[in-house]
């Protein structure tokens, strides 16, 4: 049933207009005389359109605007599209509104076209994305206030407040109608009105969503809304860890971040809370970041701020889009325009359009056979995997459990092509992951085999103050974002005549990262962690590199980590998950270690723990047979006991939030640290949940335990290993984090030596007895648990 119209009075722009008359009706009851009621108010030709979204980002409100009018429409449930009535509405609303007779603008087009055909199988036709015409960041309020007219003709922070806020809006309030309303009016006033972006809007491209293939344009849509449900996902504030000690100088506060993960970053556009407790008064600012040097931040100060007390910082609002999440929102809206023709792209076929036939370059390399070489032994897995990465096949994809020399792999396959005789020294490889320590890794990997031709670039914001002692190893070979040489001889010089270059995944969308990329060109990429890349990231690298791609390799295993957001989105895929590629993979099967543990493992443990690689053939076994389906060999000799649980009798958790804490475990994590320090043992603490890591990471730090780079969540962990690890499961009740067996496969299987679990065995051996935890415990049995 229609609701009864109502106005709204602009108070966007500084010329006054008259009240503009709002009908609000349900796709079912909008018959064909509404549909030419309001359509006789836009005898000018030009709609403005504005969408409201509702839970998992479907569309829910389209709203429409001429000089006069908008007319609302509420847009049905999935279950209930189908419906006689919606039916009937629909193709009104197609043969109306959504085709050629009218040109239709709004604001993220892109995101409005592809949500109609994924939600609704609706095509929209003569489509105009009002953003495209500004010259700012397409993705920044700028653009909106750009492409509106600027701020002389504007009431700025109406604007502002009209185009900033939640996008999932409630459908059923006035509030949220009148915002959609007015939102679509303004996206008229933008196209209709004579202004400097008249010729501009004119010039842009339409977007016509009816002359495209069905399944490649199911691929934009679906892209297009995974990567709004996981911006979804992310928090509207994040607590800033920073050090207690702060101080006040020339009107600024001076802090110290402690975290990197949720530190106050530089040039980030969102504000930060103040918040401090002195004399038993709460004093609360709003500031923003004046200057960020690594750790240091200075943030203005507008008024006084009480001295002495304690001071908690809260950065306010989601966190900007990267500049890859950008570049792949921008690729989408020029495929929907038709001016960027990425689903012609072989890569994109490959992996994409499974049912159509990719047409690769011819001779993209010499039909010469590389010879593997490589200073250790391989096994026959191994061997068959670095053949299929030296071969001329574009794609190949590799799935490597733990242990089993994933990045050894790699390291063979680059030594192989950078061999003197291997006649393939002119090929470039590129060497990419989703994390900086994974990238790091690599590049120690390489170094311990005598291959530093290679060149490492880590961002500055990584780096700087953070991470640095990370890259002690390497760190002649590595080159930081800031400094980026932009004339070509400088930077051949820089890279010193490396073909070899390693960097993250979003790095590839550097602005700056040109110059390089112009003399080392992407050839060969071998992305390592690919199970934890959703495959819309690579989207950015096959439409950047398209004219130099020869050959792609993925790397990682789909039981470990999923990418981020999976459990939220279950449409999210890595390349695991497409089974066209999924099922030509080639699987490391074998467990192994240096031989130099085999002929040393009965010296010292100081030399034993040098030379061992993972897992101990007790977790091992385990692993692969809970894990793998019994796929997994073992060829190293460690068979000592190395998983011991402790019974934390006490333990209870504890919400925190949205995470979880067990006081008791931290207290039994402490002790067992502190037994590793007295013996010498290199270690880390593993914890499934934020709040956990932080407490254990405070007590650690008050009782003069070493702390830094000690206390992880199972996230950051994957990739790492350490010779014992201590696990802090945190659960006494619901299983939780225990449930997801990805996560936890990653947490028992960091450890090369030795592992103690602190858990509650009541829990283990109740709720949690069917979880890989669980059944680790039951195949020990009684010796599992420490007297």
Known sequence: MSSPPFTVVQDIFKASHPPILVTNCPLASVTRKIYEDFLHSAEDGVLGVAPAYGTNCVLSILAFASVSKVLLVQLPKRKEKAKQKNLQGRNFLEALLLSVSHHKFAFQMDVVATSLYFDFGICIRSAVDLLSVSTADRHSLEAIIDSIGGVNVLHKEN???LFTGDEKLNKSTQSTHQKVALQAWVAWRAAALNNDMTALLKAQPRIDTSSFNETRLSVFAKMVREARCLSALKPSSLKNEIADDFSIKKGQLHVTCTRFKNRVQSGDPRAVKIEVIAQGQRTVISSRPAHVNGRAVKLKLDKPLPLGGSIRLTTIGKEPLTGAEKQRADIILGALQKMISIAEQSFFRAIFLPQETPVWRKGSFARRV????FSRALNDSQKTAVAAIL??????????????????????AVTSISAPRSGAQDRTMWLVAQSNVAVKNIAEKLASVNMLDFKLIVSKDFHYDWHEHLYEKINPRLIRSDSFIDDLVAAERQLEGSKVILCTLTMLSHPRISTITRIVPLQTVIVDEASQVEIGNFLPMISLYSHSLRKLVFIGDDKQLA????????????????????????????????LAWLEFSTFTERRYRRSVSRMPIQLGTFIGKHVYANKLKTVHKNTAQCCQFIDVKKGKEVSAGSSWINEAEIWAVMLEARKCVNKGRSYRIITPYDAQRGRIEAALKKENIPWEDKVFCVDSFQGNEADYIILSIVRTEKIGFLAAQRRVNVMLTRCKMGMKICTSRRFVEGAAKDTLVGRL?????????EA
């Not at 590389?370 to 070489?373: A, G």
């Open 370 to 373: 590389v010879p593997i070489q």
């Open 777 to 785: 415990a039951s195949e020990i049995g009684q010796r599992a648990w």
């Open 391 to 412: 071969s001329n096949d574009p794609i190949n994809v590799i799935h490597g459990p733990p242990g089993t020399g994933k990045t050894t792999v790699i390291a063979a």
């Open 563 to 594: 990418p981020y957001g999976q459990g939220d989105v279950p449409s999210l895929q890595s390349i695991f998950e497409m089974e066209h590629l999924r099922k030509n993979a080639i699987f490391l099967d074998t467990q192994c270690t240096s």
């Open 159 to 161: 604007a502002m407040s």
